[in-house]
């Protein structure tokens, strides 16, 4: 082992907890962060969940949108540059949401803050950590997933207590200047592998199966299991707070169930390391799907605390299965850009789920509904997902000799 790799060892972890922190405030703001808004908004302003729901979906729609942009701009100049933009730029958005009193502005703002700031940091963050961990990828990046899942549960739950204690406009502004304060610092530590590791081996990159056949089933099935997700994600909150409860509650049900989510995404990283990729990511889709609609059947809080976790803790493995089956099924010199394409669809399924939640709602003044099809999105993802595990185990034995 030469002195450069050996130098790698120990930074590449420092490049995983500075990841996670930064996905934790980053990614939990833009993915579900307004969901601790929905009443309030709807309360102050009369409008529509549905409505509401669409300054979520425009955030993530922006991300989706923006992912593969500066995807590609991180390729050409590194990723601390474009992370760096990133937060800034989300930072600045939410500070000027503060002072938004027409959902168009939520709108353009929460777009803005996804085009160039979450998408400046989601992708070319997990790209960075797979190539700090060219072997065993699966735990470094279920830590750096871990933390977004630190983030879902802890925004919401930061947020409903903020509104309580300083309204709507005040979280929107603390949001913001903690995020210019806290993740600056944070994304300096982004330093590249060939920082520290000029000269080093070139990866192998024989042996993957084809990009044409991972890249767009990944799509479909990210799509699926992401528009699975995002229903509770963006709606049970307000759920909870229809069944009596008050906001404050609600957001610490959602608070407990993705801090044990946290624990899940490690788990089934450190799964996909020891069984494959693939059968983890497929194990975490299951446990989801299969405990999805059992929210509908609680209308307890004592029920939700106890349920929640129980559901959160596979839940929270499946986006570690998309990383590392992205991670360990295409070339290291594509990678991100696999990356910023799987993830765009992952995006655009939060985006669906989250819409269909409160329109449905819209329509049914019931839940019932939007959760019992974000179950049926979940079977068909395990569908697509057997299907490319069989393909590919089929090519792999076809290239083994006689």
Not at 129 to 140: E, N, Q, Y
Not at 314 to 332: E, K, S
Not at 390 to 396: D, E, F, S, Y
């Amino acid at each position: 082992m030469t002195g450069d790799e050996s130098a790698l060892k120990p930074y590449r972890w420092v490049v995983v907890g500075a990841s996670a922190l930064i996905l934790a405030l980053a990614m939990g703001s833009i993915v579900n962060g307004m969901s601790a808004y929905v009443v309030p908004l709807e309360e102050t302003y009369g409008w529509e969940r549905g409505a509401i729901s669409l300054i979520n979906v425009s955030g993530i729609l922006g991300m989706a949108l923006g992912g593969m942009l500066m995807g590609a701009v991180a390729d050409r100049i590194g990723t601390r540059p474009v992370v760096l933009i990133g937060v800034v730029v989300m930072g600045l958005a939410y500070l000027a949401a503060s002072f938004a009193v027409a959902l168009w502005q939520f709108y353009a703002l929460m777009f803005i803050a996804g085009a160039f700031g979450a998408a400046g940091i989601f992708a070319p963050i997990m790209a960075l950590v797979g190539k700090w961990f060219p072997i065993g990828a699966g735990l470094a990046l279920g830590i750096a997933s871990a933390g977004q899942a630190l983030g879902q549960g802890g925004v919401p739950f930061g947020s409903a207590l903020l509104i309580k204690s300083v309204g709507i406009s005040g979280a929107l502004a603390i949001t913001g200047g903690l995020m210019l304060a806290l993740l600056l610092p944070l994304a300096l530590l982004l330093r590249p592998v060939a920082a520290l590791a000029a000269g080093a081996r070139v990866p192998d990159e024989s042996g993957y199966p084809p990009i044409r056949l991972v890249v767009p089933t990944m799509c479909l099935a990210i799509f699926l299991c992401c528009t699975c997700m995002s229903v509770p994600l963006m709606h049970l909150v307000p759920y909870i707070q229809d069944c009596g409860f008050t906001v404050d509650q609600a957001g610490g049900v959602v608070f407990l169930m993705l801090m044990v989510g946290i624990l899940g995404r490690v788990a089934f990283g450190k799964l996909a390391d020891i069984v494959g990729a693939i059968p983890a990511y497929m194990t975490a889709t299951a446990w989801m799907t299969l405990l999805i609609y059992g929210f509908m059947l609680i209308n307890d809080l004592s029920a939700f605390y106890l349920y929640a976790p129980i559901y959160g803790f596979g839940y929270a493995g499946v986006m570690t299965g998309v990383l590392t089956t992205i991670a360990a099924n295409t070339p290291p010199s594509r990678r991100g850009f696999a990356m910023g394409v799987v993830t765009m669809f992952g995006w655009f399924g939060h985006a669906n789920g989250g819409y269909i939640g409160g329109a449905l709602y819209d329509l049914t003044a019931d839940y019932a509904v939007a959760y019992g099809l974000a179950a049926l999105a979940g079977a068909l993802n395990l569908v697509v997902v057997g299907w490319l595990y069989w393909r590919i185990r089929g090519q792999r034995a076809a290239a083994i000799p006689a």
